[in-house]
RNA sequence: GGGCCGCUAGCUCAAUCUGGCAGAGCAACGGGCUUUUAACCCGGAGGUUCAGGGUUCGAUUCCCUGGCGGCCCA
């Protein structure tokens, strides 16, 4: 990349339109960017490294206002540090500059005066473009203002900026841009940071607890010879020296749990899973999933499991379980209501709804309720749509849904209550799945007679329905204790603690169409092939 | 997949409704300024108005097709 943008500084400079006709040629600032090119030239010329190797720095910006933020205004100290970060802003005085440096931890002012750094260093730094990477050496200040600073002897350029920022006010708010390029959205836009660092703290709370628990966290294949573990249509592949078909994971559940009938006892996965579907603001083509298994447990201790871990992210990432989304304030404290779905579905509807009814009294019932519902649908199918599109989106407080028909569950273990059910449950908040958990089916016949069922309907041309997992049901045949399996979409997490409402905010890179303008990639590689 | 909306300077936005030389702020450029905080003041620049086609004397504006994005729905 820096092989070409020095090549290409010649053109640019020179006549700026020679290579105008590129497909990439609305995405060059070319001015400003030539300008740059030739500040680079300038500095090599003069014996500067414009990209040196490194910078040893004393204190990070946090570091120095955690020192010296008591010191009095206007004073000046003997405290000499080094500091490194981007140069956001530059406010020149003439004589005086005052600069804000960015670092990973925050801002720190720079008091560049040229009384004291001479015409020379001052030039230089009024030369810099925002943007740049800096290291700065110099003493602790703070202005007559109250503005904590570094008073400036001699900086060094670590990095030229070729490109200008965004606007400093506004900043970059092009939905497409922040996400197509969103290092600019990093450097622009607090908001984008502040999500990302929620993020990155869920991640690690969740993992910290769970070992805590005496969970292990374990990495399972991404490429698998059989989708599973979820109603997903999968990715397809193909692997080359095998000569197999295989699929991108649509969940991490079949694999955990062959871990527990190799005697593993509580196990854990934050993971990538890929579902082949449309995109949506709730949706990803790729999102992390944590999936958590524990031998001798069952989904009630999964309830527990999932209030303890969403109540202490929020705690840890915003101080606190009340969160904001959409303009709703909802309490994520616990306990969490734990309310059978048929039920729920009797209260919004006044309809008591049981998988052994007929399926056509309970289409009459859809018919009467005015919900859709497709030919062929089992009596599950219609209580699920019922409680879909009747229960779920009125859902805003956190609400543990239990005990779902038995034919949308295929690996719940059948409810220990009443067998046309099984003892699985959704968290629900703010309309939205958050977690979904059973007591893991255990009893490999029965696992084989509800793959079988699946089967047929993948047969029937249900896409997100899938095959046999023989090996798993031979690993059942082993024995798997009896465990509780917990998944939450860390993705939908992060959106209900940092109150965004896409899923896109809070995917670094989240998936798009193909840039315009980088289109006909074969046109440049000989088009001899169909 | 369907409906609606958007795409104008590097960035944030006007002008479009009702067709008539495409503007502002920030950034950049020149000048001034030693305690600024989105610094300020003065000056001069900067455009394939997403792309292609159509209507028109004339299209950023109206029409059609396509691209990308957003929101809602499936």
Redesign the pocket.
């Known amino acids: 990349m820096s092989d070409g943008a020095g090549d290409g500084a010649g053109d640019g400079a020179g006549d700026g339109t020679g290579d105008?006709?590129g497909g990439g040629?609305?995405f060059?600032?070319?001015?400003?960017r030539a300008?740059r090119i030739a500040k680079v030239d300038a500095l090599r010329a003069a014996g500067t490294d414009p990209y040196p190797v490194r910078f040893d720095r004393t204190h990070t910006a946090a570091e120095m206002h955690e020192q010296w933020d008591g010191i009095e205004d206007?004073s000046?100290t003997t405290h000499e540090v080094r500091v490194a970060g981007r140069l956001l802003?530059?406010?020149?005085?003439?004589?005086?500059t005052?600069g804000?440096l960015r670092d990973g931890t925050g801002t720190i002012?720079l008091?560049v005066?040229?009384?004291?750094v001479g015409d020379s260093v001052h030039g230089a730094f009024d030369?810099l473009?925002?943007g740049d990477w800096i290291g700065v050496s110099g003493t602790v200040?703070?202005?007559?203002?109250?503005?904590l600073?570094v008073k400036l002897r001699d900086f060094v350029l670590l990095a030229k900026a070729l490109?200008?920022?965004?606007?400093?006010?506004?900043?970059?708010?092009?939905?497409?841009?922040?996400?197509?390029q969103r290092y600019v959205d990093l450097i622009?836009n607090d908001d984008a940071r502040r999500v990302f660092a929620i993020r990155f703290d869920v991640v690690a709370t969740i993992r910290r607890l769970l070992v805590e628990q005496g969970f292990v966290e374990v990495e399972t294949p991404v490429l698998h010879e059989q989708a599973g573990g979820a109603a997903a249509k999968p990715f397809e592949t193909y692997h080359n020296a095998l000569d197999t078909p295989l699929v991108l994971r649509i969940a991490l559940e079949l694999h955990l749990k062959r871990l527990l009938v190799g005697g593993m006892e509580r196990v854990f996965e934050i993971g990538r899973v890929f579902r082949n579907e449309?995109?949506?603001?709730r949706?990803n083509t790729e999102f992390t999933m944590l999936e958590a298994y524990q031998a001798f447990a069952d989904y009630t201790d999964m309830m527990t499991l999932t209030e303890t871990l969403v109540t202490e992210c929020a705690r840890v990432c915003i101080g606190g379980t009340t969160v904001e989304v959409d303009g709703t304030t909802i309490d994520l404290s616990a306990p969490w209501p734990r309310r059978p779905m048929l039920d729920l579905i009797e209260e919004h509807s006044g309809q008591r709804v049981h998988p052994t009814m007929p399926v056509e009294e309970l289409e009459r019932v859809l018919d009467g309720l005015d919900v859709?519902h497709k030919p062929g649908w089992d009596s599950g199918q219609l209580i699920l749509e019922l409680y879909e599109?009747l229960v779920e989106p009125k859902i805003t407080a956190p609400v543990f849904v239990c005990d779902y028909p038995r034919s949308v569950s295929p690996l719940a273990r059948v409810h220990r209550e009443d067998p046309a059910l099984v003892e699985r449950f959704e968290a629900v908040v703010f309309g939205r799945e958050l977690a979904n958990a059973f007591s893991e089916l255990n009893d490999p016949i029965d696992q084989l007679g509800r793959f079988e069922d699946q089967a047929k309907l993948a047969a029937a041309g249900d896409e997100e329905a899938h095959g046999v997992d023989a090996d798993y049901v031979r690993a059942l045949e082993y024995g798997l204790p009896p465990c509780g399996g917990l998944g939450i979409g860390i993705d939908r997490l992060v959106m209900l603690i940092a109150g965004v409402?896409?899923i896109?905010e809070v995917i670094l890179f989240?998936h798009?169409?193909?840039?315009?303008g980088h289109?006909e990639p074969t046109e440049v590689e000989g088009g001899d092939n169909s």
């Open positions: 105008g006709a040629a609305a060059e600032p070319r001015d400003e300008r206007g000046e802003l530059k406010r020149s005085q003439g004589k005086l005052f804000t002012q008091f005066s040229r009384a004291e030369d473009d925002l200040m703070k202005t007559r203002k109250g503005e600073s490109r200008p920022l965004p606007e400093k006010w506004h900043g970059l708010t092009d939905v497409d841009t922040r996400f197509r622009a449309g995109l949506s603001t949706h859709d599109k409402t896409t896109r989240p798009l169409r193909p840039e315009a289109d």
